[in-house]
């Protein structure tokens, strides 16, 4: 038994049920011993199921007509083409919707069709389907029909208003969220498509946004006649997948299943982009069109596209990925300056929040930060709130205060539920969505008291102190002797990492500390490790005063890292990349 802390954990196994344990017999695979094992702790056990993960074929994506509502939805969405209908695009504003409008509106643009877009501001509009557009395109009798992205199953409101007044616009909701309210699934007025509806029998539940749009695409174009087949080129819809693989990257869904296969045919295809804003946005962003990656994306294109919504609105993301002819240039510079605006914004917040709050009591006493101000923009506040989870390891709640509303976003560590736990509260809400570690939350400010003593109550409750401490998470034990750039490659092979999906981390005991420096003014630590004979670099970064201490007293110490293939210089060498260390 590895003598570890209390707040180092070993992943737990995937079961495998009754397939074969392949790693006990390295020798028979064209992989090695310690991938192996790797893998089958990862739930990949038999050769089939290991080749269709390494390997994801576009070919093994599920068939769209399982989706709940797509045959109806397609069928509604080809009357309305031979019919000429008019239709709009009801979107959203982070990257996720963006993305799905896009994809959407230049469909339709192919087909000849101008339809109407709509993407509501944040800071006036709110999120989601708006009951005010839908009874504004009512009266003035606009749009038959309106194709909402990313939003639209938890609508009661908007289906109520469409049964009194059936003179309004058919609704085809292309939809990802969780249901928390009733949900007609015969409703002929008001389609939802959506893998999590009650009673779904879709076999992936975790596309995002612009996963289902694309979906429905795909059945648009199945059941369309030759005569419109003939606008769209045999590649056109492996040309969307960069867009999908971003909208999937950027909304952190499971990257595993039907996303694993559409990210990694995404990236391999973005390079090439045929969607011209993209491709400026890559080169000004990154400096590169070619070898985008999962990072890239998460960090770097992504934050752009939110950025917009976040700052003034996100029309402007909306006009770089649609098909017409614009400055894209002038676009993607414009949103690269929102994205420096944003960093400043939340930075300025975040300082604020840290000079006024000593959030280490609040930790220890409420287990949760909740927090209201008239001074703080909405646009950046989930942000705000996911760096507050990091450096202090409890949920946090923002809200900002006008005119007697709150309007906030939470985020949440990976062992409260903040949706579930929300759910009980949901009377006090005017509107209100998320899932297990983000949601959004709007309600009237005299509700505040009871929100804050009711959620700080049930934190307490489910919040340990122990659950305080910053956990680490490892796949297993490696010994030195096995890291080799064969091995390293291997790994690369569990690319794209994400969500559910995550770098591995290994644990390696009794290391020697043979040498070490720091770098950067004492930040970076650099540190010769050996163990069997074996030696690496190792690098600490951003190291705190406990590391410190341990390296400067310690001789041999145990390590929890991560493995990567420097490059410099035409020059190899493997590094490992210390998350903790014992």
Known sequence: MVDTPDNWRQKSPVSGGNDEVIYKDPESGKYSGPF???LALRGLFSEEAIESFLNPSIKSLHDPYLLPGMERGVDRLIKAIKSGDKISVY???DADVIISSALIYNFLKRLGIEAGIYIPDRFDDGYGLNLDYIRSVTE?????????VDCGTNNQDIQQFLRDRPEGPDIIACDHHNASCQVYPEDEKYIIINPKLPGSSYPFKFLSGGGVTFKFIIGVLRKLDEGRKAYFEKDYLSSLLDLVAISTIADVMPLN???RILVKSGLERIGSTKNKGLRILMEITSGKNSSINEYDIGFII????NAAGRMKNAMHSFDLLSEEN?????IANELNQFNKDRQDLQSRILTAILESYDLEKIALSQRIFIARSNEWSEGVLGIVASEIVKKFNIPAI???EKDGKLKGSGRSTPGFDLYGNLLVLENLFERFGGHRQACGISMDASSFDVFYKKLSGIAKNKISIKDLCKKYEYDMELEFACIDEDFIEELELLKPYGEENPKPVFLSTDCIVKKYRFLKSGKHLKIDLEKDETSFEALIFKIDSRKKEIIEKKQMINILYSLQLNIWQGSKSIQLIIKDIY
């Open 91 to 93: 979107g959203d504003y």
């Open 398 to 400: 923002l809200f900002r």
């Open 326 to 330: 614009k400055d894209f240039h002038g």
């Open 302 to 305: 992504a934050p752009r596209i």
């Open 140 to 148: 003035k009798n606009k749009y038959s029909l309106i194709i909402s």
């Open 257 to 259: 299943g039907e996303n």
């Open 36 to 38: 192996l094992k790797l």
